[in-house]
């Protein structure tokens, strides 16, 4: 099973920046989930909220700031613990960083239309440049964003973000073509897997932070889960196959006289 790191490792450094991917990155994580606004100049940069509020201590919209405006504040506030100042960065910055990346879920929060329709113009492109079609998903609560991505370009894989179980959120990912289903855990079961994988659908699960509800989602067949603590978690998994290889194989009885 996949682990992708959620917003970078949030559980373990400040969210959806650059200190926590290369953390996170240096104890071999290469699957990665993130959040991406607009700036005021418009950037794609990576922050959760519509506003700068919560972590950054700063007040007001993503869209008042530049790019540059952001990755000067300090977005250590309400998340982990971080010695240094770290700011809010641009989506570029982030993929300059690492050239070997195996999958990112690029989640577009919900916002004016206006606004939305720029961002997806400047996604469009930095995927189309960048050649990022095998190795990103663009993820997304809102079917108007996603069309409007499949329209640009059909070969930009999408990815509906399921919060609630009703209206039936599996129904509408097969409407929009999704490759991928990122589904909140708790309302998933062992039917929406098979469904899914049925429709030729990637299931992601967000956000998964204990080993118990892992092992469940395992057994239910999910091809990915997003977690907070994803060092620690894949930590959990290699040493779980490590021990599997390690065990003695198991003699045959011998046959009766």
Known sequence: MIVYG????????????????????????????????????????LVHDLTVDRTTGQKGNVGNYTAAELENMDARRNTSAWPRKTGIPALETLLDQFDDLEHVQ?????????????????????????????????????PWFLREIRRRNRNIRIGLVAERKFPKPLNLATRLGCEYFCVNWKILNKEMVDTAHKRNM????????????????????????????????????????????????????????
């Open 6 to 45: 959620h917003r970078g490792a949030k559980g373990e450094a400040p969210e959806n920046t650059l200190p926590g991917f290369v953390h996170a990155y240096r104890q071999g994580i290469r699957h990665f989930e993130l959040d991406l606004v607009l700036s005021k100049d418009g950037i794609p940069v």
């Open 106 to 142: 690029l989640e577009v929060k919900k916002d004016s239309r206006s606004r939305l329709n720029i961002l997806c113009n400047r996604l469009t492109e930095v995927i189309q440049r960048r050649n990022l079609y095998q190795t990103c998903a663009v993820t997304s609560t809102d």
């Open 202 to 257: 990637h299931v992601s699960t967000w956000t998964v932070n204990r080993i118990h509800d892992m092992l469940k989602l395992e057994e239910m067949g999910v091809d990915s889960i997003i977690s907070d603590y994803p060092t620690s978690t894949k930590m959990f998994f290699d040493n779980r196959a490590k021990a599997l290889l390690s065990l003695p194989a198991r003699e045959s009885s011998p046959e009766p006289a």
